[in-house]
Nanobody, 125 residues
């Protein structure tokens, strides 16, 4: 199974926090930048955050900057997304994926492959 597996989603009130995890196996992911995307009902998939292989560089969507933090633990082959001060508009299915090229500030979904199934995040007002 090559797909990463996301976990940590759930229902939270506005202003609350969640931490998502993306568990990936082997060298398929450990040698690549990774990213988080989300898709809300009736909307297009949206870039959220990405992190370089070493973790030394991170990129965020304007809508989440200052509230979300992406990190990774390469020893555990896991990428995290800490989400604070959640808002109802953050409600979506969150998925992680492997970036198939060096990390830049431009992160279209086409720059990513090996998508996970996603985890639902619901923020109530």
């Amino acid at each position: 199974q090559v797909q990463p597996v996301e976990s940590g989603g759930g229902l939270v009130q506005a202003g609350g926090s969640l931490r998502l995890s993306c568990a990936a196996s082997g060298r398929t992911f450990s040698s690549y930048a990774m990213g988080w995307f989300r898709r809300a009902p009736g909307k297009e998939r949206e870039f959220v955050a990405a992190i370089s292989l070493s973790g030394g560089r991170t990129v965020y969507a304007v809508s989440v900057k200052g509230r979300f933090t992406i990190s990774r633990d390469n020893a555990k082959n896991t990428v995290y997304l800490q989400m604070n001060n959640l808002k109802p508009e953050d409600t979506a299915v969150y998925s992680c994926a492997r970036r198939n090229s060096p990390l830049t500030d431009w992160n279209p979904a086409t720059s990513y492959d090996y998508w996970g199934q996603g985890t639902q995040v619901t923020v109530s007002s």
